[in-house]
């Protein structure tokens, strides 16, 4: 039985979702402080469910939908064994952060809030002056006199080349059809004009540079007093800062209590650290003494000011704020074993040079970063096999896309087979279901790709930094609003079948966790590597694999 914090909530969790696999999709880790262990919590497909169900109920009450921000929710269990959900978001909601259902903020803020109340209200007085400096009339004014005296000399400019044009023209007919001190005569008057017209453009400069110069250095000055105002706003909100550091206490499963000041070891802390979903949702189990069990963290409402952030979407702990403070956090709670998933390694073709697998979707292609990514293809035929075997993946797919992957059984071969990826002589065909009706038959997407470091993994579409990638498609069938379509990727960019499926055509792969949206089935990538073509590193016959599509 599950107990709910709040009415709003009841039934929230069914027995049917309590019923499923549970597997895992993301690690909130870090390592704890004193003995540098690494500590980790999971966020598994139950707790995601419990999310996606609290976005049905947010979406049914509508009072979440405007301001954008992060919500998490966090399955616990209490002394007696019984299953509780926890829900919070982060920061303020309109100004509050005492919502009945919601962990209220972690205790501290009340401490600071007469300072805070006084420096916001200076940082606002200094923000004001700003604004009235960038915005003098004087401004306007120089911006005015400064367009004129360009026009004006433009003006003056043309003449000049057209007179100049004109005194050229004439130099050169008296140069051929005079001569003594004739022609010296006329080309000194001719040079006489040349310095009028020389002593003219310096006049207008000099008297419009006077016009201007008092407007400058009174915008000069107006810029120094912006400068220091901004230096004067830093340190206000930097002393804010460090009192809210030193008032904000979080409490682990440890027992311990620290501050922010005292548990962050950073002259700069940024601002908001503390005020995110999972240190609210661990603080508040840690004091009650709960036993987290997953948590989940999405983006509700409102996209992002960036565009990075799109809700209901899951994201992971941020890493400037969450990531630090993780460790302490969880320093307590004890190891969570990585649930064995069954995957099944189906080989459907070897010999002596290679192997095609049915990769299953959920299973990386090679091990990842970190203990709990290295369950992979590649580690498990490395577990299968003899150990001095060759076994390495010529490409890669996404963890959860399904299909076709070629692992090399020697060097030779690996670097054969790589170079005809590497220059486009392996052909692939993948197979995937769209969340919306495609109205082309067929064509090609030309969008090309960057990966943001402030928002990894996520590839977007970067016309100034990005890659190119090209993939050309054909609808299959549309049925139910969905639209089934092969893929034909002339480069392989990381998730280039994903973004360009969203911003080629308008709809995201079915399941899609990063680019897509809620769907009917939100647990897997509606995406298989179905087909794929190349030559043979012995003899270099066209060899080519079909795995049929098993959605």
């Known amino acids: 039985m599950i107990n709910h914090f709040s009415d709003a909530l009841e039934n929230l969790v069914s027995a049917e979702l309590l019923d499923t696999e549970d597997k895992v999709t993301y690690w909130y880790e870090g390592y704890c402080p004193k003995t540098n262990q690494l500590l980790r919590l999971p966020r598994t497909l139950l707790v995601e469910k419990i999310a996606y169900q609290l976005m049905d109920y947010l979406q049914e009450i509508g009072t979440f939908q405007g301001e954008g921000k992060m919500y998490g929710v966090l399955l616990c269990q209490d002394s007696g064994g019984e299953l509780k959900i926890i829900k919070a978001f982060s920061g303020l909601w309109q100004g509050k952060d005492n919502l009945r259902g919601w962990v209220k903020q972690i205790p501290g803020r009340k401490k600071f809030a007469l300072a805070e109340k006084i420096t916001l209200k200076e940082l606002e007085r200094i923000k004001q002056e700003i604004i009235s400096l960038e915005t003098l009339i004087i401004r306007e004014e120089y911006d005015h006199l400064r367009k004129k005296y360009n026009h004006d000399y433009q003006i003056l400019r043309a003449v000049h080349q057209e007179r100049k044009k004109i005194r050229d023209k004439k130099r050169k007919s008296d140069q051929e059809t005079l001569g003594g001190i004739l022609l010296q005569e006329k080309l000194e008057k001719l040079a006489q004009e ?23 250095k009174q915008i000069e000055c107006a810029n120094q007093t912006i400068q220091a105002l901004k230096k ?23 027992g311990e209590t620290l501050s922010l000041s005292e548990l962050v070891n950073k002259s700069f802390i940024p601002t908001g650290t503390g005020d995110c979903c999972a240190p609210k949702l661990l603080h508040y189990a840690a004091v009650n003494h709960l036993k987290p069990i997953a948590l989940a963290e999405f983006w ?27 460790g302490f956090l969880l320093s307590g709670l004890g190891d969570h074993k990585i649930k064995k998933n069954n ?30 990514n290295f369950d992979s293809v590649e580690s498990r035929l490395n577990v299968m096999r003899k150990k001095d075997d060759f076994v390495k993946a010529v490409h890669r797919l996404d963890q959860d896309t399904s299909g076709i992957l070629v692992i090399a059984k020697n060097a030779d071969i690996h670097r054969n087979l790589s170079s005809q990826f590497a220059h486009r002589r392996v052909k692939k065909v993948y197979e995937a279901l769209l969340a919306g009706v495609v109205t082309i038959d067929e064509g090609e997407i ?16 970067n016309y100034s930094l990005g890659k190119g990638a090209l993939t050309r498609f054909r609808v299959m069938g549309c049925d139910n609003f969905e639209t089934r379509v092969e893929f034909f990727p002339v480069t392989g960019r990381t998730h280039q079948l994903r973004v360009h499926s969203l911003m080629g055509l308008g709809f ?34 066209r060899v080519s694999f079909t795995i049929p599509c098993p959605f």
């Open 446 to 461: 030309d969008l090309p790709l960057w990966a943001n470091p402030d928002n990894r993994p996520c590839q977007e579409v």
């Open 343 to 372: 995957y099944e390694i189906d080989i459907i073709y070897e010999d002596n040079c290679f192997l095609v697998i049915n990769k299953p979707s959920g299973l990386l292609s090679v091990p990842g970063r970190g203990g709990d």
């Open 232 to 254: 004067e706003r830093k340190e206000l909100s930097r002393q804010l800062q460090l009192q809210m550091q030193g008032a904000y206490s979080l409490t682990n499963f440890a």
């Open 300 to 326: 509700w409402g409102s996209t992002s000011a960036n565009g990075e952030r799109i809700s209901g979407n899951f994201y992971p702990a941020c890493v400037e704020r969450c990531q630090p403070i993780m």
């Open 194 to 216: 040349s310095r009028k017209d020389d002593w003219e453009r310096r006049s207008f400069k000099k008297e419009w540079q006077n016009r201007l110069s008092p407007f400058e």
């Open 508 to 541: 995201p792969i079915k399941g899609d966790r990063l680019y897509g949206f809620m769907g009917d089935n939100r647990y897997r990538l509606h995406l298989h590597a179905r087909e794929i073509s190349f030559d043979h590193p012995h003899g270099g016959e």
